[in-house]
Nanobody, 122 residues
């Protein structure tokens, strides 16, 4: 079992930055692939980025590539999402998730956090 708790959301103006954190409980954190998804009002949950167990391999959605960076610190059981050059369309609830598959599909992940709100104003 893995429990995930996100933090770091908030309200920023377009062009600003935020860093999301997700702390995981459980001794097996380092064995899981971690990912971030987001869900805007009235829309489905959308893949943002994932990172393998060591942090040596990452993949970002085209919509955030070059602006967002996923990373992890296994010693701290934490995964991060650095978000730069934020746009109003990035407004969403951001979810941290853990799984074993290398996938962009929501169904491929087993454990989810409660989400943290990010609001970007123009």
């Amino acid at each position: 079992q893995v429990q995930l708790v996100e933090s770091g959301g908030g309200s920023v103006q377009a062009g600003g930055s935020l860093r999301l954190s997700c702390v995981a409980s459980g001794r097996t954190f380092s064995t899981y692939r971690m990912a971030w998804f987001r869900q805007a009002p009235g829309k489905g949950r959308e893949f943002v980025a994932h990172i393998n167990w060591s942090g040596g391999s990452t993949y970002h959605a085209d919509s955030v590539k070059g602006r967002f960076t996923i990373s992890r610190d296994n010693a701290k059981n934490t995964v991060y999402l650095q978000m730069n050059s934020l746009k109003p369309e990035d407004t969403a609830v951001y979810y941290c998730t853990a799984g074993e598959l290398r996938t962009v599909l929501r169904s491929g992940y087993d454990y989810w956090g409660q989400g943290t709100q990010v609001t970007v104003s123009s």
